[in-house]
């Protein structure tokens, strides 16, 4: 196991509503990185947060955004859910200086 | 364009044999690779990474080679087992591009015992 966590497992969602994911990063790792990975296809970096503050993003619309927080935990909005929203969410810590990303267990979001 | 391709989306192998996955990425400027294994239903665990100014580097039944000249990278398992069916991600970095890592489509690897 990586030591990161993520909240919840399973969602379901209606279009139009709003979702708060959450993930804990592993303990000493001060950067998270989020990932959209749709079904049968690799991860799609979303952004990534660093000391509270996005440090890089990847070409999703503002309708999604972030968190994170002084213990380093971060969450994932998304609002006004489209269908095609429809993914496994991962979130991936990194340690300080480091370069290796550790990846949660996801957060499988279906929107109908 | 942004991509990191795999040359198989399939691979079956006998239990026993060794298996060498294939990866091939665009921009001669990336940093820093990484492979990772992702079984159904779970996140990418992290199996061996490299970076550009290396061509080797090997783990535990693991090794990644780096060729540089043609932009290709490759993981090979030896002694592949059962366990080691899932599908495997290669994916690059930039270091100019902070933590953004580039993943390809996966290659499936199957294990016959």
């Known amino acids: 196991e990586t030591g990161v966590t993520q909240s919840p497992t399973h969602l379901i969602k209606t279009r139009g509503q709003q979702v708060t994911l959450r993930c804990s990063s592993q303990?000493?790792?001060?950067?998270v990185s989020w990932y959209q990975q749709a079904l049968g296809q690799g991860p799609q970096f979303i952004f990534q947060?660093?000391?509270?503050?996005?440090?890089g993003r990847g070409n999703f619309p503002p309708r999604f955004s972030g968190l994170q927080f002084p213990n380093y935990s971060s969450e994932l909005n998304v609002n006004a859910l489209e269908l095609d929203d429809s993914a496994l969410y991962l979130c991936?810590?990194?340690?300080?200086?480091?370069?290796?990303?550790?990846f949660g267990p996801g957060t499988r979001l279906t929107v109908l | 364009g942004e991509s990191v391709g795999l040359h198989l989306p399939t691979l079956s192998v006998q239990e026993g044999d060794n298996s060498i996955i294939n990866c091939a990425y665009s921009?001669?400027?990336?940093?820093?690779f990484i492979w990772y294994k992702q079984e159904s239903g779970k996140g990418p665990q992290f199996i061996i990474d490299?970076?550009?100014?290396?061509d080797k580097r090997q783990g535990q039944r693991v090794t990644v080679l780096l060729n540089k000249t043609v932009k290709h990278l490759s993981l090979q398992i030896a002694a592949t087992q059962p366990g080691d069916s899932a599908v495997y991600f290669c994916?690059?970095?930039?270091?100019?591009?902070?933590?953004?890592?580039?993943f390809g489509q996966g290659t499936e690897l199957s294990v016959k015992p």
């Open positions: 991936a810590s990194i340690s300080a200086g480091g370069d290796t990303q550790y």
């Open positions: 303990s000493g790792h001060n950067t």
């Open positions: 947060y660093y000391r509270e503050e996005e440090n």
């Open positions: 921009n001669s400027a990336s940093d820093y």
């Open positions: 490299i970076r550009s100014n290396m």
């Open positions: 994916a690059e970095k930039r270091d100019n591009q902070g933590g953004k890592l580039i």
